[in-house]
């Protein structure tokens, strides 16, 4: 990973003073040490700070797991809310084929839930999952927030009737702090 910054300042000259530069760029020394010794304001959400070298160890569980469950089911589906939620479906919809499900060829289907309290949405979405075989990812920070929370439940409790607890087990992941 590259660690070194150029910065040209020389359009900058009629906006901000020379002297005005020097005290951000000492400012900005300043941030930066406290960013990599963990000392600021907010040290505890500084994950992101070792990416992507840290999570490399992580990807190939994380691939292994998802090449696991599309083996075993025709659709995932993934609960969440906020960030959970967004975030999953924005990676997902990064690395897919923007028109896969127009496509002929068969591809794992992803779809979402627990993003909001809607009987209609989970009645439908039950009315789906009783005719394909289908795994669960949940993803909550708390496990107690309650649209995620109820998602969780009652699509648990259609697929431990529907497959038995074994089988359910095996298809139900979680994903927390």
């Known amino acids: 990973m590259k660690k070194n910054i150029s910065l040209s300042l020389k359009n900058t000259v009629n906006f901000i003073s020379y002297e005005e530069i020097i005290a951000l ?3 900005s020394v300043r941030h930066l040490d406290s960013l990599n010794n963990g000392t ?9 700070l070792s990416l992507p070298d840290d999570i490399l160890p992580q990807l190939d569980r994380i691939d292994k797991i998802a090449k696991h469950l599309r083996s ?14 967004l975030g999953s479906r ?15 060829e068969k591809h794992h289907e992803i779809i979402f839930a627990g993003q909001h309290i809607s009987e209609d949405y989970l009645a439908e979405l039950i009315e789906i999952l009783d005719t394909v075989s289908y795994s669960i990812v949940v993803i909550s920070k708390s496990g107690v927030t309650t649209e995620p929370a109820i998602a ?15 089988v359910a087990g095996d298809r139900i992941v979680a994903i927390t702090d």
């Open 72 to 85: 075993i089911s025709d659709i995932t589906v993934v609960i969440g809310i906020g960030g959970s939620y």
């Open 40 to 48: 600021g304001a907010g040290d505890d959400f500084l994950g992101w």
């Open 152 to 166: 969780f439940r009652i699509l648990r409790n259609h697929l431990e009737k529907k497959e038995g607890k074994a």
């Open 25 to 27: 760029a000492q400012q």
């Open 90 to 104: 924005a990676v997902i919809e990064a690395l897919s084929h923007s028109f896969s499900s127009l496509r002929k």
